[in-house]
Each structure stands twice: as structure tokens, then as C-alpha cells.
């Protein structure tokens, strides 16, 4: 009985192979199977279990459409595709204007303290540039404290429940705001595992979810799908505008449950959501002001930016691309229009720094307009299998693409977006760059920062002696609240604040 079984359960997988290359061959990516004779049986179960993971179909269409709109867009045949800046109705600005960021911030407080914003945060990457392997939110900037960026991170989230608790009459640890962070398939295990050696840094466990971003495989200039190895294809992430497709595949996928991201927003009554990367050390995660702009807006995507600070930076920029938003690349805009004035203030002003607000029922929509988003193409040098010989090569030059989609392609297709303009030194100190490098390193991160810990103890009141530095743990403060007790003090020495009682050995 147990040959017979044998034989059934063989019998079985023949007619799925069979059909697999079936599908393969109709797609005309067959020759994925150039080298089934050869590979063991545990070799062939590898890449058929990774050939029915993929759509080689939608694979197909991402190739056609990015070539496509990549040809239109060089030769100039793009319709409607006029740069323009955005309309004064869907700009606002913090900046010099206190009362309006007070009634954002109420409004967004009361959408938290009510259970219906969560964040989620990009954090698919390493911190490779930086000299280590880790994921880079685990990365030490070199604060006093030595807090990682996901400490820093975790600890604004609780400081803020604690302060929608308190200026919305709810009781003590009964505001919750989840959070959502999307890996990459390298960086999956070590960030949980970061996570559960600190405790979640003080969040419930089963309020941080962690799913990972998909990934697209590496295609010849021809579209033709590449071989890693004979049983293996070859595969890259699918740029952080994959996070819309990693929404609605499985939190685990190792598990045979369906269960994903936008089942369980919708299953906490979650209506809005902040997105937003790992490595900006300013970040204000699940910051009320944007919330409450947004929601106030009736907004279905938001973007928050900074003031562009020459007309020559090297950013990209929000703008109109003839009706719809969009993200502007510099290479795009001409001399004459980055130049352009309004008023006192550049035209093109808005530069993206990748924080955005979404609806959720924006994040659901998202899958009826996904195949209308072009991918962006990388043209790489990329090691793979010869078909022919089957030697493995690492060509000299680009050999094939790899295809990225951008988190802000969406804007396009958004019914309501608005932009929300913010303080640069407020609200954004990238971290991109390897120690020593002078912009955008572990050295700026840690002086912006702490400078704007300064700022929060001088706008309260007190009186900093000299070049002391003192660090204000995020659960003291999330925005330079809750430091009344400061005022006429006078601090003489530098240190860390993990409490504001602990602000009194520092006078």
C-alpha cells in the first residue's frame, strides 16, 4: 500500500511539473526547466516550489510596461506629462504658523487616541554603506544613550499613546498604536530577532508586525527571466513601492494562513496610516500634526516634505506632472524651473523625504490601479547561469535589469492628495552615508538630533551652559512636551534623561 501511495503522490507531482512547464512555456520563459535532467529531486522540488511562488505572467506585464513607459518617456511621447508646481490648495506649511499646527495636532491626537492610525515602517534595508551587516534600523548613531534607531522609534510610539491618553481623558494604557514593519528577506530574522532580545523596547509583541517586502526576478535586456543557478532564479527586492504588494501577501509565510496586512488593519478598526523610512533620526512617528492635516484635508494620500534649501540640491521635489502628483527627480526640472520663484520662496520647493499618509481603504484600492504603475528598469551587472553552457558568469558589464517600484508611485493615481511642509531640522536628518563622511552620516545624525534636544529644554524655559549635551529620552518627550518643570533651571553638566526627574543631577 505504501508503493502504491508512493506512486500516486509521484504521479501527482509529474502533472504538476507538467503543467508548470506548460505554463512556463506558454509565458515563454521555458527555459527556466534547460537544466531539469540534470538536478537532483530535492533540487527540482526547490525550483518548482520557486517557479509556483512566481507569476510569471504579471512578471511579463512589469517587463512590457516599464520598457514601454521607459521609450515614451525618452523620446518625448508621454501625454499630458507637463511639470508644474503644486496648487496652492494642496500645500501647507508648519513653518511660522503655530495656530494651525496646534488644531492639526488635536484632531490627529483624537484619530489616536480613538485606535484608528497605525504606523508602518520601511525598513528592508542594511546598513551596509555604514560598515555593518545588521539591519540598519539596529544601527547606534552614537548617542550617549547608544538607543538604536528602532529604540528611538518604539520609544516615541509610547511616549505618544501616553499623550493622546492624557489630552483625551482615556485611561492609563489603553491607547494603542500598532506597528507594521516591512522587512526584506535578508533582514527578516535579525530585526525580529533585535526585537525580542530588547522586549519590543517596551510595545506588546503582538502590536509590532513584521512582514516582509516581495522581490521580482532579474530579467535580460529581453525580458527573459535569469538563472542564479541551475535550480535557483535569480531574484532582487522589488524597491520600497513593493510594499503595496507585500500588503496583501501573508504576514508568515512560512504558515499556510492568508492572513495579511490589510486584513489586520482592518481587523483592529485602523483607518489611517502613517508610512515612513527607518533612517531619519527626526522622524515623528505617527506624528499628530500630519494625522490631523490629512484627516482634516479628507485626504486619501499625503506627503510630507521639507523646504528644497538651493535650487541645485540634489533631490527629488512634489509637483504636478501635467494633472496628477507626482515625484520630479532634479534631473528632470530645467535650469529656468528650479530657479522659479513664488513669491519669496522657490517654485519647486517640496523635497520628498519618503513619509507619507495613507487611508487604508487608499492601501486597499491600491491593487485595482497597480498594474498601470510602471516599474522603474536598473540595468546591473547581474551573475547568472549561461543557458547555453551552463556556466556560471559575472559579466563585466550591465547584463540585465532589475525592476523597482517607488513607494510614491501612487501619488498619481490618488483622488485627494494634499502636502504638508515641515521644518528641515525638525523632522529630517537622513542617515545614508558611511562615518566621517560630513553630510548625511552617523556624526550629523547625532548633532541634529541633539541640538533639537536642546531646542526642546530652551523653548521650555531653561538655560544651557556652554556646549553641554543632554539627551531627553524619547518616553520624557515626543515633540518638547512635558518639560515644564525646566523653566529658570539653569544645566551645567551633559548627560541622559530617562526621566525628567533624572534633569535635576544635570543642573
Not at 509637483?319 to 529656468?336: D, L, N, P, Q, T
Not at 487604508?360 to 510602471?374: C, G, I, N, R, W
Request: with cysteine.
Amino acid at each position: 500500500m505504501s508503493s502504491t501511495l508512493n506512486q500516486s503522490q509521484n504521479a501527482t507531482m509529474d502533472d504538476e511539473t507538467t503543467a508548470l512547464k506548460q505554463l512556463y512555456q506558454t509565458a515563454g520563459q521555458d527555459h527556466l526547466f534547460q537544466f531539469w535532467p540534470e538536478l537532483s529531486k530535492l533540487e527540482q522540488t526547490t525550483l518548482c516550489h520557486q517557479l509556483k511562488s512566481l507569476d510569471v505572467n504579471r512578471v511579463n506585464r512589469v517587463w512590457q510596461t516599464a520598457v514601454d513607459a521607459e521609450k515614451a518617456g525618452s523620446s518625448g511621447t508621454s501625454d499630458d506629462e507637463e511639470i508644474r508646481p503644486l496648487p496652492c490648495d494642496a500645500f501647507d506649511t508648519v513653518i511660522n504658523n503655530p495656530a494651525k499646527e496646534a488644531e492639526w495636532r488635536k484632531v490627529g491626537l483624537k484619530a489616536i487616541a480613538d485606535g484608528h492610525v497605525a504606523v508602518l515602517l520601511m525598513a528592508g534595508g542594511q546598513g551596509t554603506r555604514l560598515g555593518s551587516s545588521d539591519p540598519k534600523g539596529c544601527y547606534d548613531i552614537g548617542l550617549p544613550s547608544h538607543k538604536s534607531l528602532f529604540q528611538y522609534q518604539a520609544e516615541r510610539i509610547l511616549r505618544l499613546q501616553t499623550v493622546a491618553e492624557e489630552e483625551n481623558g482615556k485611561p492609563k494604557g489603553s491607547v494603542i498604536i500598532s506597528w507594521y514593519i516591512m522587512t526584506s528577506g535578508p533582514t527578516r530574522k535579525p530585526t525580529v530577532a533585535f526585537f525580542e532580545k530588547n522586549h519590543h523596547f517596551g510595545l506588546h509583541a503582538k502590536n509590532v508586525i513584521f512582514f516582509e517586502q516581495g522581490t521580482l526576478p532579474c530579467l535580460t535586456m529581453n525580458g527573459k527571466i535569469l538563472l542564479d543557478s541551475k535550480s535557483r532564479v535569480a531574484v532582487a527586492p522589488d524597491g520600497n513601492g513593493g510594499l503595496y504588494a507585500a500588503l496583501r501577501a501573508p504576514i508568515s509565510p512560512s504558515s499556510h494562513s492568508t492572513h495579511n496586512v490589510v486584513h489586520d488593519l482592518e481587523s483592529r478598526g485602523i483607518h489611517y496610516v502613517h508610512v515612513y523610512g527607518v533612517d531619519n533620526c527626526l522622524v515623528r512617528v505617527a506624528d499628530p500634526v500630519f494625522f490631523g492635516y490629512s484627516i482634516s484635508k479628507q485626504a486619501d494620500c499625503a506627503a510630507k516634505v521639507v523646504r528644497k534649501t538651493t535650487p541645485t540640491e540634489s533631490v527629488g521635489v512634489v509637483a504636478m506632472r501635467g494633472k496628477h502628483f507626482s515625484v520630479i527627480e532634479y534631473s528632470e526640472i530645467s535650469k529656468e524651473q528650479a530657479e522659479q520663484m513664488e513669491g519669496d520662496q522657490l517654485a519647486y520647493r517640496a523635497a520628498n523625504i519618503v513619509n507619507h499618509f495613507y487611508t487604508t481603504e487608499f492601501l486597499k484600492q491600491v491593487e485595482s490601479f497597480e498594474e498601470k504603475m510602471a516599474f522603474h528598469i536598473a540595468r546591473k551587472k547581474i551573475p547568472h547561469v549561461d543557458i547555453g553552457s551552463g556556466e556560471h558568469l559575472k559579466p563585466a558589464k550591465p547584463n540585465g535589469m532589475k525592476l523597482e517600484l517607488f513607494v510614491f508611485d501612487v501619488f498619481p493615481f490618488a483622488k485627494h492628495m494634499v502636502v504638508l511642509e515641515v521644518d528641515r531640522k525638525e523632522e529630517f536628518s537622513p542617515l545614508k552615508n558611511a562615518p566621517g563622511t560630513g553630510t548625511d552620516d552617523p556624526e550629523t545624525s547625532r548633532k541634529d538630533l541633539l541640538s533639537q534636544q536642546r531646542r526642546f529644554m530652551e523653548h521650555a524655559g531653561a538655560t544651557m551652559e556652554g556646549e553641554i549635551e543632554i539627551e531627553i529620552s524619547p518616553l520624557v518627550s515626543y515633540a518638547g512636551e512635558g518639560l515644564s518643570s525646566v523653566r529658570g533651571a539653569k544645566y551645567t553638566r551633559s548627560g541622559i534623561a530617562e526621566s525628567v526627574e533624572a534633569l535635576d543631577a544635570l543642573k
